[in-house]
């Protein structure tokens, strides 16, 4: 360019950008008039707090990384998470994964595109259901139903059919193969929400990404940190867990207890011992005693023995197991299963005297005098009767003696006593022992080559039944009929025989303040038949081998034992866990194990200090 051109340029250039101040702008301002958005637009997001779970996903799946999730105030409910997701819409594409992926449905769009701020805060905003400037918005994109972003089918177990499985004692779940372990392992979006919700806080997740990855061996570290008893738990767990699984808001939720299993299915016991032995992590020394070679019991003696401790349980039956070995049938739980886990832990030089009860063939005093510290997890041994007029008869039973029969005949029916096998049977209950009675009895009726005549009787609705419902389905298949809210009034006996139970429709079984509290109709009269009768209304502790003197200084609460938070009771020495502290089940009493073998260890370090 000349000298000339520059100065020309320089000179006129100020005056043109003058002229364009009364041309018209080529900018077009924010309408006036605010136009409506399409049905589906996809405008800023609203989030239900109350249906949000807290559970991330939408956060994993964003390809912009635009959603962070916030702890928020509120009080949550378990398997929720107190925080929410915050969207940054600097980096929001709008391209609605999260809408789509959400577990819940709570996070939607609306039709609201308009947010003018100098303040690149507003930018970054956490959508609550009124939307980002909290005037309810109509809603706009919402979750596309065919989706495919979830895997919303569980990968089908392969069981025996209820009328074949019915035929024998068999372990009728089969268990996943390797490949159907890895689709089922690969629904799993890693919420973390089951954490919270297990008692013993395993670490699902990562044992589910360890199938995902066909790594096993690596599963198995993962399970033991918190459950020395995954073979058993692997089958018969009450799995809390997968109530509260993400998965299971829209679908079915991720088959967190049998990858448990398929884990511990796939590993040889002796490479779970070789793994076990490598976890040793301390050498300390002193001497604990535990009585009751049941789930609490033998996880207390796990961890311990990996602390280094010299380890001894005392258990009154001739097997260890307590309730794994004498009251869930074997269809449910195989011995073999239960063997695995227990020989993984007595490999840690753990000692169990069996056939050895405390209070009789040793005292409490005495272990006491021998041992650092003593450890209770002596379950819930006796049965309740419903007390009504006729269950003194010899044929009214109580679960829990024959469920131990049952099981004694089948691993030795040469030499055990054989249970009684009625033609036809009434049990008394809901919950799931009543369900292992009924089961069970169905079998060895099939067995022995009779009609399958078993009905289950409960106060509670076949709604509110405590049994899990898959015992229900199951127990249907089998063909147990079920007489659900009826209260059983007597037992009717003719000639000296049983030929039925007399019951009365109940009309609520609990309060409005959720107490037991239950009402009857008495004009509703059913008679069920049937000619042995099995109360299965639950089960109580049995307290005989603590002496007195420690019995009164004990602080007991509705039957159980009142411990602190790493299970010690008011004797320092004294520590209790499972059923008799708070139970209801085997994982309860693994996770109360574990917390009482940390208390344990830090009583003796300090009683050493
Ligand atoms: S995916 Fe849905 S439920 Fe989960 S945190 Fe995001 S908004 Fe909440
Ligand atoms: S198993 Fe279910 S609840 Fe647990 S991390 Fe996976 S998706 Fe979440």
Redesign the pocket.
């Known amino acids: 360019m000349s000298v000339y051109e520059t100065f020309k340029k320089s000179f006129w250039g100020p005056t043109i950008a003058w002229k364009r101040l009364f041309t018209k702008p080529v900018t077009i301002r924010v309408p006036k008039v605010y136009r409506e958005a399409a049905p589906r637009y996809r405008g800023f997001h609203v989030n239900d707090w109350e249906l949000c779970s807290g ?1 991330s996903t939408c956060s994993k799946v964003c390809p912009t990384d635009a959603i962070k999730m916030v702890p928020v105030d509120i009080t949550v409910e378990p398997g929720k998470k107190a925080q929410r997701p915050a969207i940054d819409y600097g980096r929001c594409t709008f391209c609605a994964m999260c809408v789509d992926i959400c577990t819940t449905g709570s996070l939607n769009m609306t039709r609201e595109y308009i947010h003018i701020s100098d303040d690149p805060n507003t930018f970054f905003f956490l959508p609550d259901e009124t939307g980002i400037h909290h005037n309810n918005p109509p809603l706009g994109y919402q979750r596309d139903e065919n989706s495919d972003l979830l895997d919303l089918e569980r990968v089908e177990m392969e069981e025996l059919p209820g009328e074949d499985r019915v035929d024998s004692f068999i372990e009728f779940v089969k268990g996943y193969s390797r490949e159907q372990a890895i689709v089922e392992a690969s ?9 919270d919700v297990c008692p013993a806080n395993m670490d ?2 990562r044992y ?1 990404e360890s199938v995902y990855r066909d790594n096993t061996t690596e599963g198995v570290d993962w399970i033991y940190k918190t459950n020395p008893l995954p073979g058993v738990c692997g089958r018969v767990c009450t799995h809390k ?2 109530t ?5 808001h829209r679908g079915e ?2 088959a ?1 207890r049998w990858l448990k299993r398929y884990i511990i299915d796939q590993e040889s016991t002796e490479d779970i011992i070789r793994h076990a032995k490598e976890e040793i992590v301390k050498k300390s020394t002193g001497k604990v005693a535990i009585i009751g070679a049941g789930p609490s019991g033998l996880a207390a003696a796990y961890y311990l023995a990996l602390m280094g401790y010299s380890i001894t349980i005392f258990e009154s039956k001739a097997l260890p197991g307590g309730v794994m070995r004498y009251g869930i049938p074997r269809y449910r739980l195989p011995d073999e299963a239960l063997d695995k886990d227990i020989e993984v832990i007595k490999a840690l030089g753990v000692e169990i005297k069996c056939n050895t009860t405390v209070g009789k063939d040793i005292t409490l005093d005495e272990l006491k005098e021998k041992y650092d510290a003593v450890f209770l997890g002596t379950g819930f041994t006796t049965g309740r009767s419903t007390r009504v007029p006729g269950t003194d008869h010899k044929n009214v039973l109580m679960a829990l003696p024959l469920l131990e029969k049952i099981r004694d005949y089948l691993r030795d029916p040469e030499n055990a006593e054989k249970p009684p096998i009625p033609a036809s049977l009434i049990v008394i209950g809901g919950g799931n022992v009543a369900m292992d009675v009924a089961r069970s009895v169905a079998r060895l009726q099939k067995m022995e080559g009779k009609k399958i005549n078993v009905k289950v009787t409960s106060l509670e609705s076949m709604e509110e039944m405590p049994a899990d419902l898959e015992e229900i389905v199951e127990g249907k298949e089998e063909g147990i009929m079920f007489f659900p809210s009826r209260g059983p009034k007597e037992v009717v006996i003719k000639d000296g025989k049983i030929v039925g139970l007399k019951t009365v429709a109940c009309t609520r079984v609990f309060d409005e303040e959720g107490r037991f509290n239950p009402q009857f109709d008495e004009s509703d009269v059913t008679i069920i038949e049937g000619e042995m009768i099995v109360e299965a209304i639950g089960q109580a502790p049995d307290y005989s081998y603590l002496p007195e003197e420690l019995s009164e200084k004990l602080e007991f609460v509705r039957g159980r034992l009142l411990v602190n938070e790493k299970g010690q009771t008011s004797i320092p020495w004294l520590f209790a866990g499972g059923d008799i502290v708070h139970g209801p089940d085997i994982i309860h009493g693994v996770a109360d194990g574990h917390k009482a073998a940390i208390g344990i260890d830090e009583f003796l370090r300090n009683k050493e200090g």
């Open positions: 559970c629904r799993c979006v890693d919420c973390e929400l089951c954490i699902i997740p589910i867990c997968e509260v699984c993400s998965i299971g939720p991720v967190i």
